[in-house]
Structures are given as C-alpha cells and as structure tokens.
C-alpha cells in the first residue's frame, strides 16, 4: 500500500497557517480593541471636552487633589483660588490639562 495519498489527505486536513495562528491573533486585537482602546478613547475625548469648557466660576479638582474655584482663565494655564485665609485670597496658578474634574459650573449651586 502506497503511504504518498494518506500524507496529501492528512496535509489537506491540517489547519494551516492562517487558521492556527492569523484567526486567532485578530480575534484578540478586537477584543482588545473592543474592551480597552475604544473606551478609553472616548474618556478621554470628553476629558478633554470638559478641559476645553472650563471658564471663570467653576469649581473643580486638579490631579493632585487641589480643590479650588477658577477666578482666571487663559489658553493653557487657570488661575484657581484655593483659600481665604484672613481676608486674603490664596490663588494658584495650574496647567488646564492638571484639572481632573469640574465638581460645579459657573452659576449652578452647591446643591445642583
């Protein structure tokens, strides 16, 4: 019996390349992609939404934890007032792209 047909019929049913190894990486990257980049990105596309709309009067939190209400405001860099000690007001000056959150905008209550 000749060995030659059983081989070409086991290669013919072997999964090749693209099967064992290309299917399977990009079913990774799309769940990848799927579960961290996209989410991520659309995070940081309203971060930087809500940096763009930060004005005089709001309320917000920087990255290291300084709570203060923004009393001036240029392209790049808010100045926020972050105390009252003794009828002086404490101001800093902070990077927009260090703010963290906004807690308030200018108008709304502390309630709202």
Known sequence: MNALPLVVWAQAQSPSLLNS?????VMVFAIFYLLLIRPQNKQRQEHDKMLASVDKGDEVVTTG?????????????????IANVKGERVRVKVDRKSIDRRTTRAGEGEGA
């Open 21 to 25: 190894f290309l299917v399977p990486m």
């Open 65 to 81: 934890g300084l709570h203060g209400a923004v009393v001036g405001a240029t392209d790049e860099v808010l100045t926020l007032e």
